[in-house]
Each structure stands twice: as structure tokens, then as C-alpha cells.
Nanobody, 123 residues
Framework: QVRLVESGGGLVQAGGSLRLSCAAS????????MGWFRQTSGKEREFAAG???????YYADSVRGRFSISRDNAKNTVYLQMDSLKPEDTAVYYC?????????????????WGQGTQVTVSS
């Protein structure tokens, strides 16, 4: 059983930056593809960024060029660096893990989830 714990959320002004962290325990971290998703009230959880176990990355169009995902297998941690933040980036951000060859954007395909961390971007 993999346990994921996110941290790093908070309140930031538009144009600012935040770095989210997701620490994993209880599994072979290097064998998982990792994804960052976000969700606002009343909306479905949406894919933001993903990092495959083979090292590839993929981003949603809405965050490409502003967000960057990376992982440190020695620390069992995946990061999401978020720059040039916009009010529409406000959401609860979740990290997720699964065993894939690629980076699925469908949240239903991921096996493990963290509890989420709130990101609020003020205008």
C-alpha cells in the first residue's frame, strides 16, 4: 500500500510561485508514474502534470510552460513547481500514483492518492 502526503500549498498573489511536494511511502516509488491533479468545488478532478517512471513528463495545456514536475527517487518525492500563477489555478491539488508505461490523464486509472493541499491565488 502506497501512502502519499502532499505539502506546500498556500495563498499566493497572481504572478507568484509555489512548489508542491508529495512524499511517498510504502512502495517502490521508482516503479510508479506520478501525476498531479487539481479540483475545484463542483468540478471534476483534472489532470495538471505527470511524470512517468521512465522519466517522461506531460502537462495539461492550461499549465504547460508555467508548471514543472520533477521527482527525486532517493527521497521518494515528486514536486510540482508552479510559476506565473493565475487566479484560475486556485484548487485543491492532489498527487497520485500508478503503474503505467505512460502518463494517463484519467484520474480513475490511478491507484493511490494523497489527501490534497489547497492552493489559492489571489488577483
Amino acid at each position: 500500500q502506497v501512502r502519499l502526503v502532499e505539502s506546500g500549498g498556500g495563498l499566493v498573489q497572481a504572478g507568484g510561485s509555489l512548489r508542491l511536494s508529495c512524499a511517498a511511502s510504502g512502495g517502490n516509488f521508482g516503479g510508479y508514474s506520478m501525476g498531479w491533479f487539481r479540483q475545484t468545488s463542483g468540478k471534476e478532478r483534472e489532470f495538471a502534470a505527470g511524470d512517468s517512471r521512465s522519466g517522461g513528463t506531460y502537462y495539461a495545456d492550461s499549465v504547460r510552460g508555467r508548471f514543472s514536475i520533477s521527482r527525486d527517487n532517493a527521497k521518494n518525492t515528486v514536486y510540482l513547481q508552479m510559476d506565473s500563477l493565475k487566479p484560475e489555478d486556485t484548487a485543491v491539488y492532489y498527487c497520485a500514483a500508478g503503474v503505467f508505461r505512460d502518463i494517463p490523464t484519467d484520474p480513475n486509472l490511478y491507484n493511490y492518492w494523497g489527501q490534497g493541499t489547497q492552493v489559492t491565488v489571489s488577483s
